[in-house]
């Protein structure tokens, strides 16, 4: 019961939130497996439970070891908006679309996907750039 209230009330946000997903996709899990006896779902969502009660439990041992919020690092700087990773993932999709359709989705899907990549790397170098700037200027 110790343990229980001080991961329900004692742990950060990140640590509550991993846990909390594992129990659910487990349960679901559990759950899809006796309504439907479809083995591929239920191996899916059990192990995507045990993959986040994974991540949960090594938020939880960090937390204790002193590293409060892992994810809470503000340091350094937010990336700048921009619809690249969408483009990316729409070539993606689409490119898949090739394996059913034939070659013409994945024509069709290299344009977004080029145009998402070299966006998104330019401004990820271009980020880059400036905090090596930034850091050199104030050390």
């Given at each position: 019961m110790r343990l229980l209230r001080r991961l329900v009330f004692g742990d950060p946000a990140e640590t509550r939130f991993f846990?909390?997903?594992?129990?659910?996709?487990?349960?679901i899990g559990a759950i899809y497996w006796l309504v439907s006896?479809?083995?591929?779902?239920?191996?899916l969502l059990l192990a995507f439970g045990a993959a986040t009660g994974v991540m949960g439990v090594v938020l939880h041992r960090t937390g204790r070891r002193g590293a409060d919020r892992?994810?809470?690092d503000e340091t350094g700087r937010f990336?700048?908006?921009?619809?690249?990773?969408l483009a990316v993932g729409a070539g993606i999709a689409l490119m898949a679309l090739a394996t059913i359709?034939?070659?013409?989705?994945?024509?069709?899907?290299?344009?977004?996907f080029a145009w998402g990549a070299w966006t998104w790397l330019g401004r990820a170098r271009a980020e880059l750039d400036s905090q090596a700037l930034d850091d050199e200027q104030r050390g």
């Open positions: 846990l909390f997903l594992s129990a659910f996709a487990l349960v006896y479809e083995p591929a779902g239920s191996v892992p994810f809470l990336p700048s908006e921009t619809p690249a990773p359709f034939g070659p013409a989705p994945l024509v069709v899907g290299l344009l977004p």
